[in-house]
């Protein structure tokens, strides 16, 4: 049975909605000319639509259904998830962001092929490891948020899964594969501003249904003060902070979109501009969490909190635009991951070892055709659900993880680190993706690690990343030095000194892969 | 704790971060312009002055 009446008003913000995303696609597809304005947005994203773009690709619809949820079923205190979550946004802030907008180029195995390029193959090797692991990852990934959707669909309008898959899968794949990056970023844009509005409305709305907070907090405190209280410990929010800095410093979709922004200055600003949009949301859905809870106690589906109030407080205009932002947060996610995942086919397994004369047009169709075929399959996963068992879940999971436990060290250290070496960066991803995993199965499947480990570790990631730093170590001293070739775009020319700036620019780069300038390996 | 406290508790910690986020920003912003300045100077002397 469907919660949502398809009245006039419904279907007409609904429409309305869609058109300006496909419009956007348009729009996307007469400003790409080369293959850097399709992956990266030709590098002209400014801090505000790149603080938004930041928000909406790392908030997805769980954010608006499931953490909607969660503050309904467990109260205020779940908010402080968020400030474990934002310790990821330093570290990326400190440590990893501004250096790879410096970098310049388009895609996480970029960096790797460059910084840990000295394989014989000028990155190749290096390269095909991370893009693969990315693909298979983000691949399977999109299959479980397809399957989300169609089921968001199913409850709200109640139509069949597969339909809602289709048109979710359908649509993301027509405007990214047409617009690119800059249609994926401002349809991200839109979405954010979009969900920020909708439910910072909400709230006078839901507090004049309550009584007011004063009325909120009496009814609470009378017989359940933990509800409105902080409910979660240090221990807990550093087990957050633990999980989340390392996973989404190193997550290849957000550094895709610190790519596309202007200069390192803009990056700042974005995470600056992506922490306030995050407050105003992270804030706005506990307190509506509560009040919904004061208002509908008796809900059977948490997760359905959101819908409800969208039907009952928010009116129908608003409460259509909040249920189409959580349709446009899960387009949000999916397309930021598609055009991750297209770029690890076209731009490096195609464009960088396939057929590196690739003309802008056959790059740029290679992308397109990349994002077809890689949002296709996972459609085809979503549909038939067991095909691939219990991978699926495993990968849906982990996936997280697997990016933080893979790219974290070779990232970080990459950057700040010039003995780094090749050795070192191949053997901290693969020995960081195949601790996750291990660690997932050891304690998740085979349940060998003991509880009072497992309390204090609290996600996979964590010894990933401790034994992809132990690798990297062991790796680059046993290694040889990495050649100055490889040092250069990262440190500069090492006779300038620690404060000279490294070649970052296009022009600079592409006479570096021409060889002009990187002859001179140790 | 009340629901308010809770509130302004939660608010105060969010604003550390932002406020940490743009005065880290504006000091790199800082640190990253006189590091050109400096480079401009001394490839300024470097080349003799060029066309003063």
Known sequence: MALVD?????????????????????????????????????????????????????????????????????????????????????????????????????????????????????????????????????????????????????????????????????????????????????????????????????????????????????????????????????????????????????????????????????????????????????????????TMRMMFPQLTTPDLASVIMSLNVLGPVLGALLISAVFSAILSTVDSIMIVSGAGLAHDIYGKLVNPNATETQKIWANRIAIVVLGLIPLGLALNSGLLGGLVQLIVVLQASMMGGMFFVPLVLGLHWRRANTAGGVAAMVVGFSTVVAWHVATEIYGVVPASVTAVITDPVIPGVVMSFVAMVLGTYLGGKPSKKSLRPFFGDSSRGRGSQPTGSPSADAQSEAGTSGGDAD | MSFSTSILTFLSVASVYIVFTFAWGWYKGRQEQDERETDQDAQHATTGGGDH
Not at chain 1, 45 to 66: D, K
Not at chain 1, 238 to 259: L, V
């Open chain 1, 6 to 290: 398809l009245g006039p008003v419904f279907v007409g913000v609904v429409v309305v909605y869609f058109i300006v995303v496909l419009g956007i696609g348009v729009y996307g597809y007469r400003t790409t000319k080369t293959e850097e304005d399709f992956l990266v947005a030709g590098r002209n994203i400014g801090p505000l639509v790149g603080g938004a773009t930041l928000s909406a690709s790392q908030m997805s619809a769980g954010t608006l259904v499931g953490t909607f949820g969660l503050h309904y079923l467990l109260g205020f205190g779940f908010i402080w998830i968020w400030p474990g979550l934002w310790a990821g946004w330093i570290v990326s802030l400190l440590l990893v962001a501004p250096q790879m907008r410096r970098f310049g180029r388009v895609t996480v195995p970029d960096f790797i092929a460059t910084r840990y390029g000295d394989d014989g193959r000028n990155g190749d090797y290096s390269r095909a490891i991370g893009a693969s692991l990315i693909i298979i990852a983000y691949t399977v990934y999109l299959s479980a948020q397809i399957t989300a959707g169609g089921l968001i669909f199913q409850s709200l309008l109640g139509i069949a899964p597969a339909i809602g898959m289709f048109v979710m899968a359908i649509t993301a794949v027509a405007y990214t594969s047409i617009g690119g990056m800059r249609a994926s970023i401002l349809t991200d844009f839109v979405q954010a501003v979009v969900m920020a509005v909708a439910v910072v409305v909400a709230i006078p709305l839901a507090l004049y249904f309550t009584g007011g907070i004063g009325t909120v907090d009496a009814l609470f405190q009378s017989f359940q003060p933990s509800f409105v209280g902080n409910s979660l410990t240090t221990a807990e929010i550093a087990g957050f902070m633990a999980a989340f800095g390392f996973s989404i410093a190193a997550a290849p979709y957000e550094i895709t979109r610190i790519y596309s922004m202007r200069d390192e200055k803009t990056v700042r600003q974005a995470i600056g501009i992506t922490l306030i949009f995050q407050t105003i949301i992270g804030t706005s859905v506990a307190i509506l969490g509560v």
